[in-house]
C-alpha cells in the first residue's frame, strides 16, 4: 500500500494536538485481530497440521502442501475458479452497462423497468439458489410450461452445461448491483458533453464511443474490482445449487476447501486450500488497488 | 516522545487483547458440551419419512419419564452429515448420536467420542434385533451403537403399469435389462431413475454390480486397505457396465441433477414417467406420502437385483444399510448419560415402536416378527423386504458409510464422474487406490 | 442524499421525477434499447412469477400440471405449513444478529474512521492499511481457524458467535467508506471547532456524527444486507434448530418438505418479505446502501 503522508501544518493552529489517539481505533482493531488476522495466521499454523476435526491437531510439516499440490483435484478447481471470474466479467459487465444507460433514461417507463430490475438483490443467495433449483429442474421445473426441447435439459447435472448455468444464476444475482452502478455512473456526465457533440453531429454510437465509455471508466474500474473479488468467495449459491457437482464440474476452491475440512474431515488439506484463496485474493486486490485509487491517503481537495 | 510513547502503548495493548484471547482460548477445551439444558439429553434425527416415528417414539417416553427428557431437532441427511462431525469436534455433539455405523463410528471410537456400551445395554435389549443388525454396531467386540431404524436392504422397485404398457417382464437377469431399455424408450418411457445430484443413490448400482460379479471379498479387501483393492476386476468390469448402461440411454435424461431431497426419483416412477428405481425402503415411504393411491392401486412391483452371468456373487446377497444407529456421547453429562441408556433400554425394544416402524411401511429390524408383517397393510412387499435381509448371505453396508470419511467422500464423486463418463473405470481404480489408508 | 454542497454530486437514488440536470435524452423511441430491455425484464421476472405461483400450488397436483397456469385453487397452506416450522424464530434470530452486528461495527467503525481522518502519527496510519488489507482477504478462507477459534472461545452454536466475526469482517469496507466520507469534509470545521475549546470526544459527537449520518445509514444498509444474507458463518458455527437465522432455515427446508416444492418456494418468498417491505418503505435508502461508496 502506497500510502502518502498526510500533510502537516499547513498553517491552522497546529499548537493543539491534531486529532484524537490512535487509542480510538482500539476496538476495531481489537474485533478485526482476533477474528479475522488470528484466524488468517491460523490458516498457515493448521495447513501444517494434521487435524480430523475430532482428536487433537498434531503436527505434520508440509505434508499437507504437497499432497494437495500434486492433487489434480486442487488445479481443476483452481482454474474452474478462474473460469467463473472471466465468463462472470464477460457475462455481467456488458449486460450492466447496457442496463445501466438504459435505466439511467428519464422516461417514465424505464424508471419502472428499473424498479423491477432491482428486485433479484431482495433474495439471499440462499433463496436464489433454491428457487433455481426447483426451475431448472428438468422434469417438474418450468420447462414444462414452454415446449420448448432445448431448456428441458440437464442444466445442473450435464458437466458441459452446469458451469453455464451457474455463471447465469450469479449473474442474474448480481447484474442488478452492477446495473445501479453504471446507472449513477451515467447519470452524472455533464449533459452539456452530448449537447456539444450533437451540435457535432455525432450519433448514438459515437457518442457512447466518446463520451459515456470514458467518462464511465472509473465506474468500470469499480464494478469489476468487485466482480473478481467476488467472484473469488462465490460458496453459498454454488454450494446449495450443485454442492459442488456433478463430479467435480462445479467444485471452485471455496467449495473445495469446505469439502475437504467439513466433508473429507481433512483439516490440514483443507487449510492449505485457504492459504491458496487468500495468496489470490491478496494479489488481486493488490493488482486492482494501484487502478482504483482505493488507497488514497488524502481527500481529493487537499494540497489544491 | 509524545508519538513513540503512544505508538508502544498501541502495540502493547494489541498484545494485551492477543494475550487474553490465547488465555481464554487455552482454558476453554474441557467440561462436557452443554447442549439442551441441564439435565435433559439430546437426539438428533434425521428429515423425511421415519422423522415423525422417531419423534413419536421420545414424545412417549418424555411423557412416561417426565424427569428423564429427552429433546429432539432434525436435520435434512446431507446437512446432517457434516453438522454431527462438527458438533463432536467441538464437544457439542447430541447426547444420543445418530449414524449408520461403519467407517464414521470407527472415527468415533479412536477419538474416544462415543461410550463403550458392552456392559451398559443387556443381551434383553441385544436379542431383541436381528444378530446380523446388532453386529454392525460392533467395533471389535465391543458395542458402540443399538439399533433404531427399519432394515433398509436396496431393492429394484418399479412400476408395474409401464412394464405392461411395453408388455415386458422384470428382468432378472443383466442382460434382460439392458434389452429392456430400447424398448421403454421407443414407448417414450425413462427406463431407469436415479437421483445422481446426491450421489449416494449411484452406489447402490456400483455395489450390486461389483457384488454379483465378484462377491463380498472384494469389498472387504478395501475395508483392510489392501494395497491396489480397487483395481480388482471386478471395480473394472462393473463400471464399465455402469458406463454401457448410460450410453444405452438406460438413466433418465438429467439424471445427474435430479435430487433425493426434493424426491424427484420416485416421483419419476409413480408418475410413470420412469419404469424403474434401484433404491433403499425410504423409496416406498416417499410413494407413500406422494401418492398413496400408487400403492393401494397395486402398481408397485419390487424385485432383486439381477443376477451378472458368470458372476461368483450370491443373487441373494444385498447391499444398503442394515439399519440406522443410536451411540451415547463420551462427552455428555453422567445425567444426561443417565436418561440415553434408560431410553436405548427402553424406548427401542416396545411393541409401539416396532408398530410405528410398520406403520410408516419399514421393517422393524427385530425378530420374531413375520406374524406382525403378515397382518400389515402390506404383508407381501414388507415379508419380502424382511426375508432378502433375513436370508442373505451377505448384507454389506453402504460403502460410503463403511469407509471412512475422506476415501467415503471421494468414492462418491469419482463415482458420480463414472456415470457422467468424465473417467474410465481405470481411472477410477486408480484414483481410489490413491486414497487407500487415508 | 450522499452530497455536501462542497463538492460534486455522487447521489446515487432514483428519482422518479426527472430533475432535468442530467444528459439531454432523445426522445425519439430507441427500439433496439426498448426490446432489449424488455428481454431482461422476462429473464428477471418469468423465474420471480414462478416462486411466486408455486407457493400458492398444492402439493397433490404439483408434478402433474403446467408450472406457469395460475393455480386453479390456490392454497395458503403451504405458508402455513413453513410458519408452523418456527419461521417465527428464524427471523428474530436474524434480527438479533443484523442488529447486533450492525450497531457494533457501526461503533467502532466510525471510532476508527474519524482517527484515521483526524488523527496524525504513523500508528493510525498502520491501522488503515490493515483495514485496507482486510478488504483483500477472502472472507471463506478464514472459516476453518474460526471455527476452531470460536470452539475454543465457547461461542460454538450461539447467536454471540455468529455476531462477533460478522463484526470483524464488516470493519474494513465500513471503515473505508466512512473515511472517504469524513475526508471530504473541510478540516477546517474540525479545528474551528477544536479552537472553541471542544474535546476531540465533543467534535466526534456535535459536528462529526450529524455529518456522517447519511453516510452511517447507507453502510448500515450494506452490512445488514451482509449480515442478513450470511450463509457460510450460521452453517458452520451454529447446529440448534434454536439458534438457526433466515439462509440456513431455507437450506434446512429442504429437508423438511421432501417432495415438497411448493413449500420450499413459500419459504423462500417468506425470507425474502423483509426486504421487500424494505424495498417499498425506503428504496432509496436501500438502492444507496447496496451501493455504499461504491459509487466515486
Known amino acids: ?91 455481467q459487465t456488458p449486460l450492466s452497462l447496457f442496463l445501466g444507460i438504459f435505466t439511467a433514461g428519464r422516461q417514465r417507463y424505464r424508471n419502472v423497468l428499473a424498479v423491477l430490475y432491482f428486485v433479484p438483490l431482495l433474495f439471499s443467495s440462499a433463496a436464489v439458489a433454491i428457487a433455481f433449483k426447483a426451475i431448472l429442474d428438468p422434469n417438474f421445473g418450468i420447462s414444462r410450461a414452454v415446449g420448448w426441447s432445448f431448456l428441458s435439459r440437464d442444466w445442473l447435472g450435464d458437466p458441459q452445461l452446469v458451469l453455464a448455468t451457474v455463471v447465469f444464476v450469479i ?14 455512473g451515467v447519470r452524472q456526465i455533464p449533459a452539456s458533453l452530448y449537447e456539444a457533440s450533437m451540435i457535432d453531429g455525432a450519433g448514438p454510437v459515437q457518442q457512447f464511443r466518446w463520451i459515456t465509455l470514458p467518462q464511465l471508466r472509473y465506474t468500470l474500474v469499480t464494478s469489476s474490482t468487485l466482480m473478481v473479488v467476488g467472484s473469488l468467495t462465490y460458496f453459498d449459491v454454488v454450494f446449495v445449487l450443485t454442492g459442488g457437482g456433478p463430479g467435480y464440474s462445479t467444485r471452485l476452491l471455496p467449495l473445495d476447501m469446505y469439502l475437504t475440512g467439513f466433508s473429507a474431515n481433512d483439516m490440514g488439506g483443507a487449510s492449505v486450500l485457504a492459504a491458496i484463496l487468500v495468496v489470490a485474493g491478496l494479489l488481486v486486490a493488490v493488482g486492482f488497488t494501484r487502478f482504483s485509487g482505493f488507497n488514497r491517503m488524502q481527500s481529493q481537495q487537499e494540497g489544491l | 516522545m509524545n508519538r513513540s510513547f503512544r505508538r508502544r502503548s ?69 446437512a446432517y452429515k457434516q453438522k454431527v462431525r462438527s458438533a463432536v469436534g467441538a464437544g457439542q455433539a447430541p447426547t444420543l448420536i445418530f449414524g449408520w455405523a461403519g467407517g464414521i463410528l470407527k472415527s468415533y471410537v479412536d477419538a474416544g467420542a462415543v461410550d463403550d456400551l458392552t456392559g451398559s445395554i443387556g443381551s434383553d435389549t441385544t436379542g431383541h434385533f436381528l444378530p446380523s443388525v446388532t453386529k454392525v454396531g ?45 424398448r421403454f424408450k421407443a414407448a417414450n418411457i425413462a427406463p431407469i431413475t436415479v437421483s ?62 435430479i435430487s433425493t431431497k426434493t424426491g424427484a426419483d420416485v416421483a419419476l416412477l409413480y408418475t410413470g414417467k420412469a419404469a424403474m428405481n434401484l433404491n433403499l425402503p425410504s423409496a416406498y415411504q416417499t410413494i407413500q406420502t406422494g401418492d398413496p393411491s400408487f400403492l393401494s392401486g397395486g402398481k408397485l412391483g419390487y424385485l432383486p437385483f439381477p443376477a451378472v452371468a458368470g458372476g461368483k456373487g450370491d443373487v441373494k446377497n444385498v447391499v444398503g444399510n442394515p439399519s440406522n444407529y443410536w451411540s451415547v456421547s463420551a462427552k455428555a453429562s453422567q445425567q444426561q448419560k443417565k436418561i440415553a441408556l434408560d431410553y436405548l433400554r427402553g424406548g427401542l425394544t416396545t411393541d409401539a415402536y416396532t408398530d410405528a416402524l410398520l406403520k410408516i411401511g419399514l421393517v422393524p429390524p427385530t425378530t420374531g416378527v413375520q406374524a406382525k408383517l403378515a397382518s400389515a397393510s402390506d404383508a407381501p412387499y414388507l415379508t419380502t423386504i424382511y426375508d432378502s435381509a433375513q436370508q442373505a448371505p451377505s448384507f454389506q453396508l453402504s460403502w460410503d458409510q463403511a469407509l471412512s470419511p475422506a476415501q467415503g467422500d471421494a468414492l462418491l464423486t469419482n463415482l458420480q464422474q463414472v456415470f457422467l463418463k468424465q473417467i474410465t473405470p481405470t481411472q477410477f481404480s486408480a484414483n481410489m487406490n490413491k486414497t487407500l489408508g487415508s | 442524499m450522499l452530497d455536501l454542497d462542497t463538492q460534486p454530486s455522487t447521489s446515487t437514488d432514483l428519482p422518479v421525477e426527472p430533475t432535468g440536470t442530467t444528459a439531454v435524452r432523445r426522445y425519439r423511441g430507441n427500439v433496439p434499447g426498448a426490446v432489449g430491455g424488455l428481454v431482461w425484464l422476462a429473464i428477471v421476472i418469468v423465474p420471480i412469477y414462478f416462486i411466486v405461483v408455486t407457493s400458492f400450488r398444492r402439493q397433490a397436483g404439483f408434478f402433474a400440471g403446467n408450472p406457469l397456469a395460475l393455480p386453479t385453487d390456490p392454497t395458503l397452506d403451504n405458508y402455513a405449513a413453513v410458519i408452523q416450522h418456527d419461521f417465527v424464530r428464524y427471523v428474530a434470530n436474524s434480527v438479533i444478529v443484523t442488529a447486533a452486528a450492525v450497531a457494533a461495527t457501526l461503533a467502532v467503525s466510525l471510532l476508527a474512521a474519524y482517527t484515521v481522518v483526524r488523527g496524525t502519527g504513523r500508528m493510525v496510519r498502520l491501522t488503515f492499511s490493515v483495514f485496507l488489507l482486510g478488504l483483500a482477504i477472502p472472507l471463506h478462507a478464514t472459516i476453518i481457524p474460526l471455527y476452531y477459534l470460536i470452539t475454543r472461545l465457547r461461542l460454538y452454536d450461539s447467536l454471540l458467535g455468529l455476531i462477533l466475526p460478522s463484526v470483524a469482517f464488516a470493519i474494513p469496507v465500513t471503515v473505508l467508506i466512512l473515511v472517504n466520507f469524513l475526508r471530504d469534509v473541510p478540516q477546517e470545521l474540525f479545528e474551528s471547532m477544536r479552537m472553541d475549546g471542544a474535546s476531540e470526544w465533543q467534535t466526534l459527537i456535535r459536528l462529526a456524527l450529524p455529518l456522517v449520518r447519511p453516510a452511517l445509514v447507507t453502510v448500515a444498509i450494506y452490512d445488514g444486507l451482509n449480515a442478513w444474507n450470511g450463509f457460510l458463518f450460521p452453517l458452520i458455527l451454529t447446529q440448534s434448530e434454536s439458534r438457526r437465522v433466515l439462509p440456513l432455515s431455507l437450506w434446512a427446508f429442504q429437508g423438511e418438505f421432501t417432495v415438497q416444492i411448493p413449500g420450499v418456494l413459500a419459504a423462500v418468498v417468506l425470507s425474502t418479505l423483509p426486504m421487500v417491505v424494505l424495498y417499498v418503505l425506503g428504496r432509496r435508502y436501500l438502492v444507496s446502501g447496496l451501493t455504499a461508496g461504491f459509487s466515486r
Not at chain 1, 485481530?33 to 482428536?55: E, R, T
Not at chain 2, 502495540?11 to 462436557?32: D, E, Y
Not at chain 2, 463400471?239 to 438413466?251: K, P
Request: aromatic fraction near 12%.
Open chain 2, 138 to 182: 460392533q467395533i471389535g467386540d465391543k458395542l458402540y451403537a443399538v439399533p433404531n431404524n427399519g432394515v433398509k436392504p436396496a431393492v429394484i422397485y418399479y412400476n408395474k403399469e409401464l412394464f405392461q404398457r411395453i408388455g415386458a417382464q422384470p428382468p432378472t437377469t443383466w442382460d434382460q435389462l439392458l434389452q429392456l431399455v430400447p
Open chain 2, 196 to 257: 445422481g445430484q446426491d450421489k449416494w443413490p449411484l452406489l447402490m448400482w456400483e455395489e450390486y454390480l461389483v457384488d454379483r460379479i465378484g462377491g463380498p471379498d472384494v469389498m472387504r479387501r478395501v475395508l483392510a486397505n489392501t494395497p491396489d483393492a480397487w483395481s480388482d476386476p471386478a471395480f473394472i468390469k462393473a463400471n464399465t457396465m455402469i458406463q454401457q448402461l448410460v450410453d444405452a440411454g438406460g438413466f433418465v435424461n438429467g439424471f445427474s441433477s
Open chain 1, 171 to 184: 449473474a442474474w444475482q448480481f447484474i442488478p448491483f452492477h446495473t445501479l452502478l453504471y446507472q449513477a
Open chain 1, 1 to 91: 500500500m502506497n500510502s502518502t503522508p498526510p500533510p502537516t501544518g499547513t498553517g491552522t493552529a497546529r499548537g493543539y494536538r491534531a486529532g484524537p489517539s490512535a487509542w480510538w481505533t482500539l476496538p476495531a482493531l481489537a474485533f478485526f485481530v482476533v477474528f479475522a488476522l488470528i484466524p488468517l495466521a491460523g490458516v498457515a499454523v493448521l495447513s501444517l497440521m494434521a487435524w480430523d476435526g475430532l482428536s487433537a491437531p498434531h503436527w505434520t510439516g508440509l505434508r499437507n502442501w504437497t499432497r494437495v499440490l500434486a492433487d489434480p483435484v486442487t488445479g481443476h478447481a483452481a482454474l474452474l475458479s478462474l473460469k467463473i471470474i472471466v465468463l462472470s466479467w464477460l457475462v
Open chain 2, 10 to 78: 498501541a502495540v502493547a495493548s494489541i498484545v494485551t487483547a492477543l494475550a487474553v484471547v490465547a488465555g481464554v482460548a487455552g482454558c476453554g477445551s474441557s467440561g462436557p458440551g452443554s447442549s439442551g439444558g441441564a439435565d435433559s439429553a439430546t437426539a438428533w434425527i434425521l428429515t423425511g419419512p421415519t422423522e415423525a416415528t422417531f419423534r413419536a417414539s421420545f414424545d412417549a417416553w418424555n411423557k412416561a419419564h417426565p424427569d428423564e427428557q429427552i429433546k429432539v431437532q432434525s436435520f435434512e441427511n446431507d
